[in-house]
Nanobody, 135 residues
Framework: QVQLVESGGGSVQAGGSLTLSCSAS????????VGWYRQAPGNKCELVST???????YYTDSVKGRFTISQDTAKNMVYLQMNSLKPDDTAVYYC?????????????????????????????WGQGTQVTVSS
């Protein structure tokens, strides 16, 4: 059984930094696709970043140059380093591992860009961690 647990969320002022962590049980990140989604109230669930099994990364335009996804294979952890945070980054952030390939799958984009709701019955999701950025 795959279980993902996020940590590291919190409240920061604009310009600050946070590092989100995702740990897994029943699953090995090494050689697998993994991603981070976020959802703010009233918004759809947005793909923020992915780290593909072939080593490529994806970032949504609004976080490019500010966020970095990485992996520690020894600890079986995935991280999302978030710098220069903005109020628009406020959301619940979820660590996600695909349980199947979606219709638009490519090695560079292993997860869909936008879905109606996070924590859907598709794929494996963590419980989410709140990030709040104040101006």
């Amino acid at each position: 059984q795959v279980q993902l647990v996020e940590s590291g969320g919190g409240s920061v002022q604009a310009g600050g930094s946070l590092t989100l962590s995702c740990s897994a049980s029943g699953f090995t990140f090494d050689g697998s696709d993994v991603g981070w989604y976020r959802q703010a109230p009233g918004n759809k669930c947005e793909l923020v970043s992915t780290l593909s099994s072939n080593g490529t990364t994806y970032y949504t335009d609004s976080v490019k140059g500010r966020f970095t996804i990485s992996q520690d294979t020894a600890k079986n952890m995935v991280y999302l380093q978030m710098n220069s945070l903005k109020p628009d980054d406020t959301a619940v952030y979820y660590c996600v591992v695909p349980s199947e390939r979606w219709s638009g799958y490519t090695p560079e984009l292993p997860l869909p860009l936008l879905i109606p709701f996070c924590n859907s019955r598709y794929n494996y999701w963590g419980q989410g961690t709140q990030v709040t950025v104040s101006s």
